[in-house]
């Protein structure tokens, strides 16, 4: 979709383009648009007020407005959670990572717009990615109860470390869409059903069985 984008939030922000000449419908989903965030501005370009104004007009369109955050705890980043009522918390088994969603949820926590203006908190729910249950089995990567534990929130979904993330990225197709063979789409699709309200036992959480020969060569 990146060579598909001539306009993107900052040109709407500032008045240069409407936000339907900057939204792009993905070809796969129909229901499903992106709007890019600049490539060639800083993100200092944004300011709440315009980020509140393109969220606001978006509302009248579409159910569900994912924000997507930049890594890293800026200003991007910053802009991206201040309006919002739910918030995923995306971390790696590692305790770097951790540490900085745990900032986050303080951001989220004080300095929201909901905590500015002493609403209802948002909701906070996590998730883990590049999980590998055969570290966690050795004691070489925090578990998933450990994070739950620095962290306290409900924890949404796991998903296992995969060659098919990297392989997805480099054709430009979401890992959701590498095939029920893949272990990453299956927890991913997992995921999305229990964001959406659904009863869905956790998977890959523990090592796969070796096989006899792995056994017997000590693999």
């Keep these: 979709m990146e060579r598909r984008v001539i306009y993107d939030f ?13 939204l792009i419908r993905d070809r796969r989903c129909g229901d499903l648009y992106v709007l890019a965030a ?3 501005r800083d993100k200092t ?5 315009g980020v509140s104004r393109v969220l606001n007009e978006l ?18 980043a910053f802009h991206a959670m201040y309006y919002a009522d739910r918030a995923i918390v995306c971390t790696n088994p590692e305790v770097s990572s951790v540490r900085d969603s745990d ?8 300095k929201s717009h909901r905590a500015v ?3 209802e908190p948002i909701e906070a729910l996590l998730l883990i990615t590049r999980y590998q249950p055969e570290l966690v089995s050795k004691d070489a990567m925090l578990s998933v109860d450990d994070i739950n534990e620095m962290l306290g929130i409900p924890c949404i979904g796991v998903i296992p470390e995969s060659k098919d993330v990297i392989a997805s990225a480099n054709v430009g197709q979401p890992v959701i869409l590498a095939g029920d063979d893949s272990a990453a ?15 869905v036992p956790f998977k890959f959480l523990t090592p796969e069985p070796k096989s006899l020969l792995s056994r017997i060569f000590g693999r």
């Design 45 to 49: 370009a944004l300011t709440e007020d």
């Design 103 to 110: 900032k986050m949820l303080g951001i989220l926590n004080s």
């Design 185 to 199: 789409a299956q927890a991913y699709k997992d995921f999305v059903r229990r964001f959406l309200g659904e009863e």
């Design 117 to 119: 203006n002493g609403l």
């Design 10 to 22: 900052v040109h709407v922000i500032r008045g240069d383009a409407t936000l339907q000449q900057s």
């Design 59 to 76: 509302r009248q369109s579409f159910d569900y407005i994912v924000c997507d955050s930049p890594a890293g705890i800026e200003s991007g």
């Design 38 to 40: 600049s490539q060639t």
